[in-house]
């Protein structure tokens, strides 16, 4: 009886203990958890790499000036390694298992693609900084990249005008999966709507990882013989790079047929000799050469980021748009949560929206009721070293359209979060609507 | 090219023979610096049109980004540290920060080069005026008909006077008499440039009314003549290039498969761990540039002179401790020896993942490896692939030496092919094991030094080789050289040829079903040792 008593006592102080721990841990001073899920190996890691980094340095910033409503946040950082299936894994741990109250990450949209049912389904929250093919809103995501019409329209437009060139042939090139292809089939719906010929279009895939262009690129200049041509690139990862060497190698010049590329930043020409690229183009909301008080405080702190921590690289690291768009979603998430007074999932969903925040690019971007950015559009030309010189760029943020209007049936989707809330509600409380 | 643009080019010049020289105003080059796309093009037409000393001065400067404007508007012309002012020369004090560099785009860049081209016609040094025909050719189609008839008349080198027949060619499509159309067609067809198809195929077109661009029915025949003929080159220039690329391809798959073909033919494991020799290889060549970039950057260009012993070295050093602590202990045990390695190259990949990082590192390419050779006007072969033929062939000629003349090479053959009987003649089978087994981890070493001067060098390298260089080893049969050569040669020139009719995706899988139904009739390759003794 004795020891039956020492023990429902021990049981008891401990239970008692441990819920007062708890009690008091959900209070105002333990750090909120955020995840980084960004491929830090494999294929993407050339372009990822570089958003943890800035995203860690955001947070940093946001530490140092007293953290989020008095709070820090502690990063949790896991490496999906460029392997898709393995991006649904990771972050169903971040959110189950390290409970974290948002996470920023992914780059390629297989690999958004792929976590999307998880945080629909644990009703996570994450926040996706990279241009996009649209045909996606989640009441769950957050997307501060491009969609088509703030990028891949506006570059093709440019590409046919007199500035640009006058193109009348197009070279779809791309890496094989749903980005490209998405891409490529609103691209050829536009290009039909301005009197282009399916014989004037030409659409190549490689897989992931592909090195070897020879073939490409000498189809590219038979395909140029018959008109005037501009190649467009969305291409994405690593081979990147070798497209680039043997455009430059087989000597053809961005006057005689300009590539401009979606995917390829700063951060992908750093590893390419950009002598022979001088003139190829890329369309982004954002580049390094921006010459605007709130860039150079940008690049200010990230050189400064980088020296302090050692990274790999040192003085050459550059800046990009998806690190911008990482920075401003970062900050965004911040003024929600401290709007909203709260981490919870459903309150900060509500508070993103409608949030400003004056960005590197040079503009004030808004969150629109459809989870997306309103983003100025820029044509960057590369340069000898590596940057690139806005050549075109709207005057003032364009509004997504993630429903693009060349793809039939969209004219039925919802223009906001809000409109497909009920459905969703509908379903997961079982009460789905029959037929469906 | 904007015809437009071009008549008013034409026109100039003639004003400019003449000897009258238009001098530019102030305000003529002021839109220079401003954001408006015509008016830009303007601005440079009329520089252009001025035709004199500043207007060549402007546009030199334009080409090379020393072009500038201060908060004035006023232009100027960079010189080392000091601003000039474009139009008078005189100095200007100017701080580097107050001045916003004037820069172009595509189209315009296009105009100042022909702009200068067509100013360098009769400059009076020849490789100037060489240099500047080849940029008026290469930019299609051309109307400075009076420059160029006057400096063809005036050309005394023939060289140059036949690339001058050749744009004056281009001009005189338009001439009203059909004969010399029809002349001016014949010029341009002995050309063998597929890119003038670009000039003569809208001739055939349709213009608005009905009528055809081109009035008389003789010249469209000769035009459709020189067409076919230029499509026919264009089909050989292709077949050619498929052939290059697929040689290429081909080399680089040998220098990957032909160690494992040494090591699979003498000890009969599979070696799963071949692939991160050539990544050793490759992180050796890294190694090995760095080294240049710290102690000798003047010698950089050299580097990797010096990085084909070390690559070799390392990876046969790896290969030595692979056979001697694994594969010597898994003797006659495949299945165990194929889980074996696959550990060793998981434990390779993290240990170089730990020690360089998970991303890729930068091999850069010597200066005289980038850049190709124009063999014809539509081929260029870029250096570093012919370099690497050769290099793949001058690797094969020391392999096939080291087999066939030296006591190891024989000791390497006797133990292939009957190990039992060598052992009995005296030959010490074990040691014969090590060292063929690093002679064939160090050439798979030499391909990672040749890939990664192609290629990403990340830690996943040798993952995407290792597939393909069992393939040529089991495609051209063991025991031989000649069949690992035929092998890899083969793949790789099968699949160029298959690439561009179904694309980089399907043509890989075409190849894989292609050997397997291969294996299926001939499952000892192609080039198998006859008599070979099957031992386990």
């Known amino acids: 009886m004795k020891r039956n008593q020492f023990l429902h006592a021990t049981l008891f102080f401990c239970t008692l203990a441990f819920t007062t721990h708890s009690l008091l841990a959900q209070n105002s001073s333990e750090p909120i958890k955020v995840g980084i899920l960004h491929s830090l190996s494999g294929t993407m890691a050339i372009s990822e790499t570089s958003l943890k980094d800035v995203a860690l340095m955001t ?127 609103i691209l050829r719906a536009f290009l039909h709507s301005k009197g282009v010929q399916d014989s004037d279009i030409n659409e190549i895939y490689t897989p992931f990882g592909h090195n070897d262009y020879q073939t490409i690129v000498n189809d590219i200049k038979k395909f140029a013989q018959a008109g005037k041509t501009a190649v467009i690139s969305t291409i994405n990862g690593d081979s990147n790079v070798p497209f680039y060497k043997e455009l430059g190698n087989q000597g053809l010049k961005a006057t005689d047929v300009p590539v401009v590329a979606f995917s390829v930043g700063e951060e992908e020409l750093r590893g390419i000799d950009t002598k022979p690229l001088v003139g190829h183009l890329a369309a982004w909301n954002y580049f390094m050469s921006l010459k605007n008080p709130k860039n150079e405080a940008f690049k200010k702190e990230w050189a400064a980021y980088v020296s302090a921590h050692n990274l790999p690289g040192g003085d050459k690291r550059v800046t990009n748009d998806p690190m911008e768009a990482t920075y401003v979603g970062i900050h965004m998430w911040k003024q929600a949560v401290e709007k909203a007074g709260s981490t919870d999932v459903d309150k900060v969903r509500t508070a993103v929206i409608g949030q400003t925040f004056k960005a590197p690019c040079g503009f004030t971007l808004e969150m629109d009721p459809n989870h997306h950015l309103h983003k100025p559009v820029m044509i960057g030309e590369v340069r000898p070293d590596g940057q690139f010189s806005v050549v075109w760029k709207t005057k003032e943020p364009i509004r997504a359209q993630p429903w693009s209007p060349f793809i039939p049936g969209n004219e039925s989707k919802p223009d906001k979060v809000a409109d497909i809330l009920l459905p969703n509600l509908l379903d997961s409380a079982g009460l789905a609507v029959s037929g469906r | 090219m904007d015809r437009w643009f071009l008549r008013l080019l034409a026109a100039s010049f003639w004003l400019a023979a003449g000897g009258s020289a238009l001098a530019i105003a102030p305000e003529q080059i002021k839109p220079l610096a401003e954001d408006d796309f015509d008016a830009r093009a303007q601005a440079l037409e009329q520089i252009v049109t001025a035709g004199d000393e500043v207007a060549k001065r402007i546009l030199e400067a334009l080409r090379d980004e020393r072009l500038y404007a201060n908060k004035d508007g006023q232009i100027l012309i960079q010189d080392g540290e000091s601003y000039h002012d474009a139009l008078t020369g005189a100095l200007v004090e100017s701080k580097t920060d107050d001045l916003q560099s004037i820069e172009l785009n595509n189209v315009l860049r296009e105009k100042v080069a022909t702009g200068l081209a067509g100013l360098q016609l009769t400059a009076p040094d020849r490789s100037v005026r060489a240099q500047a025909i080849q940029t008026l050719l290469s930019s299609g189609d051309s109307i400075l008909k009076p420059l160029i008839e006057k400096a063809r008349s005036s050309e005394s080198d023939p060289a140059l006077r036949a690339e001058l027949d050749q744009l004056w060619a281009s001009t005189a499509l338009r001439d009203p008499d059909p004969q010399r159309r029809k002349e001016a067609i014949g010029v341009i067809e002995q050309r063998h440039d597929p890119q003038l198809r670009l000039v003569l195929a809208p001739l055939l077109g349709k213009q608005s009314d009905g009528t055809f661009t081109e009035s008389d029915a003789g010249v469209r025949k000769r035009i459709e003549q020189a067409l076919a003929s230029l499509e026919r080159e264009e089909g050989e220039i292709q077949f050619v290039g498929t052939l290059f690329a697929g040689v290429s391809l081909g080399s680089i798959l040998l220098l990957a498969a032909l160690g494992l073909a040494i090591t699979y033919g003498l000890i009969g494991v599979i070696n799963m761990a071949h692939g991160e020799f050539l990544m050793i290889g490759a992180y050796a060549t890294y190694c090995v540039q760095n080294l240049f ?178 393939m040529a080893v089991v495609l051209g049969g063991v025991g031989q050289l000649i069949g690992t050569i035929v092998g890899a040669l083969g793949l790789g020139i099968l699949s160029k040829l298959i690439e561009p009719f179904w694309g980089a995706v399907l043509a890989k899988i075409a190849i894989l079903v292609l050997i397997v139904l291969f294996i299926q009739k001939r499952p000892q390759g192609l080039f198998a040792l006859k008599g070979r003794s099957v031992e386990v």
Do not use: H
């Open chain 2, 293 to 470: 970039i710290t102690y000798w950057p003047g010698a950089f260009d050299w580097y990797l002179l010096a990085a084909v012993p070390v690559s070799f070295l390392a990876a046969a050093i790896v290969g030595l401790i692979l056979e001697r602590s694994v594969i010597r202990l898994l003797y006659g045990r495949p299945l165990e020896t194929l889980l074996a390695t696959f550990g060793v190259s998981l434990i390779l990949i993290e240990a170089v993942r730990t020690k360089f990082g998970a991303q890729n590192v930068q091999v850069s390419n010597p200066r005289w490896m980038s850049g190709g050779i124009t063999v014809l006007p539509e081929l260029i072969l870029p250096f570093n692939r012919i370099v690497i033929i050769g290099f793949a062939l001058v690797v094969v000629l020391i392999t096939w030496l080291v087999i066939q003349r030296t006591r190891l090479g024989l000791y390497i053959r006797a133990v292939t092919q009957n190990r039992r009987m060598a052992a009995c003649v005296g030959i010490r089978t074990w040691q014969i094991d090590c060292y063929a087994f690093a002679f064939g981890a160090g050439i798979a070493g030499l391909g990672g030094c040749a890939l990664s001067q192609v290629s990403n060098v990340g830690p996943d390298l040798g993952q995407s080789y290792i597939i393909d260089s069992f």
């Open chain 1, 59 to 185: 947070i940093e910033e946001i530490n140092n000036s007293g953290g989020v409503a008095g709070r820090k946040i502690e990063p949790i950082i896991v490496d999906p390694a460029s392997n898709w299936p393995l991006f649904a894994e990771k972050a169903r741990q971040l959110i189950s298992q390290d409970k974290v109250a948002v996470v920023f990450g992914c780059w390629t949209s297989v690999s958004r693609k792929s976590v999307l049912p998880v945080f629909e389904e644990l009703n996570g929250l994450l926040f996706y900084p990279v241009q996009y093919e649209g045909e996606e809103m989640s009441r769950n995501v957050f997307y501060t990249g491009a969609a088509p019409n703030q990028q891949a329209i506006p570059a093709v437009e440019y590409l046919m005008s007199k500035e640009g060139g006058g193109a009348k042939r197009f070279f779809l090139l791309g890496t094989d999966y749903v980005y490209p292809r998405t891409t490529n089939k």
